[in-house]
C-alpha cells in the first residue's frame, strides 16, 4: 500500500460542488488501495478577501493576527473536504497545521518549517483515515500561529512528504503541467512529462509559477519528485525530479516570456567608482527589484547605463530614478513600457554551446531587435519590443524543435 500526498490549490476547493468534484479524486487513491494525506489551500479567493478585511481595520498590519486571520481560510476548506468526505462514507479527519505537528519559525507571514511531528497524522491513518490538513500553516515555537507566505500549501505538500516519506506527491491545480511555451501563444506547445527542479526555478522566476518556488527548492533539497497536475481530469501531468532522473537531458525545455518589463537608460553618467551603487542601491532601498542591466562601453570618461524593473514598480521608481540621474549628474534619461522579455530555459545548454546564437539566429530571422541579453548557465533571456513577444515566443519554440519534445 503506497502513501500518497496530495496538494489541491485554491481554485479546486473554490465552491462546495468543487470540493465534491475532488472528493471522487481522492476516492479513487483509497479504492487503489493507497494511504491518503490530503493538503488544501483555502477557498478561492479567500486569502486575498481576509487580507482586504485585515487593512480594512487601519493601516498598520499586525503579522502575528494577521496570521492568525489567514490561517482560518486553510481550515474551512479543510473542514469542508473532510465533511464531503465523510458523507461519501470515506472515514476523515481534518486537522490544522499545528494539530498536523508542523513546526515553523516565528517569521510571521513567510515563515519556515523548522521539521514535522508525524506522530498524529500516522496514528489516524492507521486507523484507517484521510488526513486532510489545513496547508500554509505551522506553529511556531512559542506556540503562535504562523503561516508560510503566498502560495504556502505547495511547501506544507511536501514538507509532509517528506517527512512521512511518502511514495508519491501530487500537485493537483488548474494547468495540466507544465509546457514547452504558453499554450495561449503556441498552439503545438507541449506538456512535459517531465522537467528538473533547476529548469522549474528558471521558470518560476520567469513568471510561470506553477509551484511555489521554496517548494520546488525544498523537493530538490530532498531529492523528491513532485508530479504536478490537473485537478479536473485524470491526465498525467509534469514529474517535477532530479537531472540524473531525466531519460535524456534537454538542450531546450521551453521558452518563457514575460510582459510584466519596464525599461530605463541613463546616458552619459561619470565613469568612476560608486555611480552604480548609489542608483542601485536607491532602487533597492524602495523595494525596487532590477532585473537586467547593461553598462555600455565608455567614451571620454562616460557611460550609459540601461536597466529593467517590473512593470508594475515603474510608477515607484520614476521619481526615484530622476532624482539619482540628476544627482550623478546624467546627461539625460529616459524610459520605456515598450518592452518584453523572452526566454530559453535547459538543464542541457550548460554543455552544448550554440544555444544562444541559435537564439539570437531565430529572432534575427523575423527581424526583431535584441536590446539586452542576460544569461544564467541554463538559461538566457533577451528585452525586446513588446509587440514583437509573440512572435518571437513562437520562432524559438519553431528553432529549437520544442514541439517534438514530451
Ligand atoms: N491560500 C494561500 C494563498 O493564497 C496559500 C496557498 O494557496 O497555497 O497564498
Ligand atoms: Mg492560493
Redesign the pocket.
Known sequence: MALIVAKF??SSVASVEKIKNITLRIRDMRDQGDDAVVVV??MGD???DLIKLARATGNELCCRELDML?AT??QQSAALLALTLKNLGCDAISLTGWQAGIRSDSTYNKARINGVDTERIKKELNQGKIVVIA??QGISPEGDIT????????TSAVALAISLKADSCMIFTDVEGVYTADPRIVKDARKLSKISYEEMLEMASLGAVVM?PRAVELAMLYRIDVEVRSSFNSNPGTIITGVENMEKQRVVTGVTHDLNCAKFALFDVPDRPGIAKTLFKALAEHGINVDMVIQSAMRDNRNDIAFTIMRDDLDRALPVVREIAEKISASGMTYGEDVAKVSVVGAGMQSNPGVAAAMFEALADENINIQMISTSEIRISCIIDRSCIETAVRALHRKFALDTLD
Not at 147 to 154: A, E, H, I, M, P
Request: avoid cysteine; charge should be negative.
Open positions: 490549490g485554491g489551500s483555502a479567500t486569502t486575498d489567514l481560510g486553510e496547508g500554509f503561516t508560510l507566505g503566498r502560495g504556502g500549501s505547495d511555489q
